[in-house]
């Protein structure tokens, strides 16, 4: 649908491995990161409930992935990342393009929140 295509599937995170399992960590989305990690397989849409109140899903495109977030019984569409056309698993991305795509953070001073609490950047 439109509104997802208006979104760029910019967003910056980690995909941790261990073993044969990878897991999407988020911990600096602001209030709707996701409060563990979440073990997805990467390559196909699934829907992982990790605690009460935390269910995802990570739906799986051709060029990116969606993450989705129950909410109140509707998912609500957290952001995209991009998949790589070579690996067909995420794309990684280099020290200098994240931190261009978080420049804004680290560029203004104030208050950013952080799930639970607030961390003062000056």
């Known amino acids: 649908d439109q509104e ?5 599937p910019t967003h910056n995170l980690l995909v941790v491995h261990m073993g044969n399992d990878k897991y ?5 989305f602001a209030g709707a990161s996701p ?5 997805f397989n990467f390559l196909v849409t699934e829907e992982v409930h990790v605690s009460a109140g935390d269910h995802y ?8 992935y969606r993450l989705n977030w129950m909410l109140k019984g509707t998912w609500l569409i957290l952001y ?9 698993l995420c794309k990684v ?18 208050l950013v929140p952080i799930r639970d609490n607030f961390v003062q950047i000056t």
């Open 4 to 8: 997802r295509l208006k979104r760029p």
């Open 24 to 28: 999407l960590v988020d911990p600096g």
């Open 35 to 39: 409060r563990f990690p979440i073990r």
């Open 57 to 64: 899903k990570l739906e799986v495109d051709d060029n990116f």
């Open 80 to 88: 995209q990342f991009e998949r790589d056309p070579v690996t067909r």
């Open 93 to 110: 991305e280099n020290k200098e393009t994240t931190a261009y795509m978080c420049k804004d953070l680290y560029d203004s001073p104030g």
